[in-house]
């Protein structure tokens, strides 16, 4: 026992003596592996090392401590010198057990020798020797290590960030444990937990860093257990600490590292899976319409959400997956709930496709198959609404509304008709005086989705006279298999003279408006003048760098721009000048404008005078600067007689311009203020004609004692009508004083007429007179209410007198004036002057116009209603927002009515409503017509008035 207890004792201080070697071993493996970043091989070497050094000692100790004994004799004498009692007491029993053993010796000797034996062992047996041969050497020696043992984790837990990178690459070297570095990446997205891909999708990689930034950084990807297959690409840096890179088209599962170039550090691996669910990638549809719409298909990428088509058509559906597909199919539900099935066909290895014929509003379910048969998770529906071809949308787009036109203006009517898939059919109808002849028929070829046509009215030829009415409406027909008809709004424009045509604008205009006309042909003529002026300044700028005659060679090209922009001022002027030559209508709004036009006839002709003189002088110098042999030759002094003739040129013109402001501009201007004092006195004279009538209205009311509902209600309409003559009154000596102190220079008789009648107003309290007549109508008084009434009529007619003296003279100075400034025939340009009825119907006062009187009256109404609108030949300044007519200088329409206010509209389109024609494209060409066009409708009118 002693023995085992010593061998024991020196296996285990074996033991304790090796461990700090095994623990510098590992420290030293761990800072390689910091330092070098050992790959696996070479740390599974290292565990290897230990492993086996440890295997080896466990066997050494055990040999030596549970294996290995010792000689006796050896053992005692180690007892015998650890306790100095025993003496030799161990070794002398040992060797008389021997004796007493020896069969040699007598029996004698070893019968002695064996009772020594038993004397020692009764002495030896008090002796605890297997504690004696316990030497505390293991003790120590684990003390020891238990010292270098804890240095070691003093090291570890110094270093820990390092230790807990490297220690668990050493305990599981064939786990994904990256290496020490000084940057440390991290895969972000995906995360721990596997991500999932669609198969042949692609999906985003995050990679975010810590420690030192790196310049760059690369993601792998190879299949599980393929690393030799694996696939690097670059990243791209994304924000302060993050890097990101898309991995698009995966078809397999992956794992991922993030790394450096030299892969001097990398991430942990990720691990990415692939769904081998079919997934619907992009869809595409193409619409067929009807054969008859000739649109053309389009194919449109198809995103599932509702879409709409024409009935009939068909629909061509290609779907596209991330997987190869063995089929497809799409459930189509009707409005009737019935389910139909349609297949898609494999078209290519991802792709599938169908169609069907929409019949109505269906709803549709579309599903996938791939060639494992697994079907798509995802089944979108789509709304597919059934369209119907609307009828066409025609109108009468030119003239718009029923109205007037002079007998003498070219009506330009225009029509336009629509459809969403073609108009195949225009007929256009017009009668005269209600006879229609046969419509106008244009047939179009192929789908025309916007037609235009339009007709011209010579009205002179035709025979059509004043009074006479021209009715006009379109029918458009689509093309359809079943054709649609869709009709127009019917206008009718009634046919009235020309001085019937001038009444209606001297009624709505006034020398101001005229004057606007005038200005705008001056100023037409001062830009060209401008442009003139422009060109001599050129001219002139360009002989001073004209020094040598080297410099007027090299300038060829300058005076050849030159002498173009001077041949086209003058052709502009020419044009001018015979505009000006026939500026004003034969019979005028105002017979002054016949003077006007003499006028504008001296000056025309100064105008292309003067323009024939540069002319020939330009071509002249033209002509000197080519030589006989073809050659061009120029010099300064071309130059100085190019500058002197642009500028005499612009000097002559400049003398036209001031005598049209003298002959023309000033005379308007004057008599502008001298027409305001006029429609003055003419409001004067109104208001008494609407008094009279107001005042003969209220004595319905005057004797009827207690006035019933309605007489009340009556009476407050008229009140309302009285009030308005009050403000007028009120407003009117102001603006009798306003314009006659504008006027009083040139027309100083008509002005002191106009402030006499300004004061008389207010002497007579016109106004309170007015006031209390409406007050005691809206009180219900109409005994008190007609006697205030007709006592203001009376008043009023008491400064009548005044009033026309007032026009007396105004008329007289008139006539003075245009004798001095436009001599020629006075005609009745007063009485036209006094029929403008322009601004009477501003605050709030109702507009009188002529009425259908009956009996005695006076036949004037007052009325707040617009008026239809009235075509003619007049012309107005342009871009004049307050003209009244707009027509072209030839005499056609070309663009709105003329007139006054737009007319009430009489007939609606014979279509459906809710039809937004804009979209359509208008691709159709005006057509042309003659008069002889119209010989049928005149002769159809004659027929039926003529027939028995």
């Not at 791209?236 to 397999?252: C, K, L, P, S, Y």
């Not at 700028?541 to 300038?555: F, G, L, S, V």
């Not at 509902?709 to 009140?719: G, N, S």
């Amino acid at each position: 026992m002693a023995d085992r207890a010593w061998q024991r004792e020196k296996a285990r201080a074996l033991a304790w003596r090796v461990l700090p070697a095994f623990l510098i071993v590992a420290l030293l493996c761990v800072t390689a592996d910091a330092f070098l970043q050992l790959g696996t091989r070479a740390r599974l070497a290292c565990l290897g090392v230990e492993f086996a050094a440890a295997l080896l000692l466990f066997v050494i100790c055990l040999r030596i401590g549970w294996l290995r004994r010792n000689p006796p004799e050896r053992t005692a004498r180690f007892l015998e010198a650890r306790d100095a009692e025993l003496g030799s007491k161990l070794i002398n029993a040992l060797q008389l057990a021997d004796q007493a053993d020896d069969a040699r010796l007598t029996s004698l000797t070893r019968s002695l020798a064996a009772q020594a034996v038993g004397v020692y062992d009764a002495e030896l047996g008090r002796a605890d020797l297997p504690r004696l041969a316990i030497t505390g050497e293991a003790k120590r020696r684990r003390k020891h290590a238990a010292w270098v043992l804890l240095a070691f984790a003093g090291l570890l837990a110094a270093f820990y960030p390092v230790t807990k990178i490297v220690l668990p690459r050493f305990l599981d070297p064939l786990g994904d444990h990256p290496p020490y570095a000084f940057t440390r990446v991290e895969i972000t997205d995906p995360g721990e937990a596997a991500g999932d891909v669609i198969y042949g999708g692609k999906f985003t990689v995050k990679v975010r860093w810590n420690g030192h930034e790196p310049r760059e950084l690369f993601i792998s990807a190879h299949p599980p257990g393929k690393p030799a297959e694996v696939v690097t690409l670059p990243m791209i840096r994304e924000g302060a600490d993050g890097f990101t890179q898309e991995i698009g088209d995966v078809r397999t599962d992956l794992v991922l590292v993030a790394h450096s170039r030299t892969r001097s550090f990398y991430s942990h691996t990720r691990e990415v899976r692939v769904l081998l669910t079919p997934k619907i990638d992009r869809a595409f549809l193409e619409i067929t319409p009807p054969a008859y719409t000739e649109i053309k298909p389009e194919e449109r990428p198809f995103a599932f959400k509702s879409a709409s088509a024409l009935m009939g058509s068909e629909l061509r559906f290609r779907l596209q997956s991330n997987r190869p597909l063995s089929e497809g199919v799409i459930e189509v539900t009707g409005e009737d709930g019935r389910v139909e099935r349609v297949p898609l066909t494999v078209r290519g290895e991802k792709e599938v496709g169908g169609s069907l014929v929409l019949k109505d509003n269906v709803r549709l379910k579309f599903r996938l198959t791939d060639i494992s048969r697994l079907p798509s998770d995802d089944q979108p529906e789509a709304l597919i609404s059934a369209t119907h071809d609307l009828p066409p949308v025609v109108r009468v787009a030119e003239p718009l509304h029923d109205g007037y036109v002079s007998r003498d203006f070219k009506l330009n009517a225009r029509f336009e008709g629509s459809d969403d898939y073609g108009v195949r059919t225009l007929r256009i109808h017009r009668a005269l005086n209600g006879v229609y002849s046969e419509p106008k028929v244009i047939t179009y070829e192929g789908a025309q989705r916007y037609s235009a046509e339009a007709l011209v009215f010579d009205f002179v030829a035709l025979g059509v006279r004043s009074g006479d009415t021209v009715s006009l409406f379109a029918e458009a027909i689509d093309n359809a298999p079943e054709p649609k008809l869709s009709r127009s709004q019917t206008v009718t424009m009634t046919i009235i003279s020309e001085e019937e045509y001038n009444d209606f604008l001297r009624e709505a205009t006034d020398v101001r408006d005229l004057s606007g006309k005038y200005q705008e042909l001056i100023n037409n003529f001062h830009d060209l003048r401008e442009e003139q002026k422009k060109l001599a300044g050129e001219a002139a700028a360009i002989r001073e760098r004209m020094k040598t005659p080297e410099q007027a060679k090299a300038a060829a090209a300058e005076f050849d721009a030159l002498t173009a922009r001077q041949s086209d001022i003058n052709q502009r002027l020419k044009k001018h000048a015979e505009r000006m030559q026939n500026f004003v209508r034969k019979d005028p709004l105002y017979d002054f404008e016949k003077d006007l036009q003499k006028q504008l006839t001296r000056e025309a002709n100064e105008i292309l005078r003067t323009t024939a003189l540069n002319n020939g002088a330009v071509d002249e110098l033209a002509q000197s600067t080519v030589l006989p042999d073809g050659k061009r030759q120029l010099s300064p002094e071309t130059f100085e007689e190019m500058k002197r003739e642009a500028q005499e040129h612009a000097e002559r013109l400049g003398a036209r311009e001031e005598k049209l402001a003298e002959s023309v501009e000033k005379p308007l201007q004057d008599l502008s203020r001298l027409h305001d004092v006029i429609k003055a006195f003419n409001q004067f004279e109104r208001l008494h004609q609407a008094q009279q009538s107001l005042a003969e209205q209220a004595r319905a009311y005057e004797d009827k004692g207690p006035l019933n509902r309605e007489d009340q209600l009556a009476l407050k309409d008229l009140a309302a009508q009285q009030q308005a003559v009050r403000e007028a009154l009120e407003q009117l000596p102001a603006r009798l004083r306003e314009k006659a102190d504008a006027a009083k220079e040139d027309f100083p008789k008509a002005c002191s007429s106009a402030t006499a009648l300004a004061d008389a107003i207010e002497k007579e309290r016109l106004a309170a007179s007015a006031g209390a007549a409406t007050g005691r109508m809206l009180e219900g008084d109409g005994e008190q209410g007609a006697k205030l009434a007709r006592r203001l009529e009376q008043d009023m007619a008491k400064l009548m007198g005044q009033c026309q003296g007032g026009q007396g003279e105004a008329g007289n100075e008139l006539d003075d004036y245009l004798s001095l400034n436009l001599p020629g025939e006075k005609g009745q340009s007063f009485e036209q002057m006094r029929k403008s009825r322009k601004g009477e119907g501003g605050n709030g006062f109702p507009k009188m116009g002529r009425g259908d009187a009956q009996g005695s009256g006076s036949g004037y109404s007052m009325s707040s209603g617009q008026q239809p609108p009235v075509l003619g030949n007049e012309a107005s300044p342009k871009g004049d927002s307050s003209a009244q007519q707009i027509t072209g200088s030839d005499g056609q329409s070309a663009g709105k009515s003329a007139g006054a206010s737009p007319a009430l509209q009489m007939d609606k389109p014979d279509v459906i409503k809710g039809l937004n024609p804009t979209d359509r494209k208008s691709d159709a060409t005006p057509g042309e017509s003659s008069i002889d066009e119209y010989r049928t409708l005149v002769d159809e009118y004659f027929k039926k008035i003529t027939r028995p």
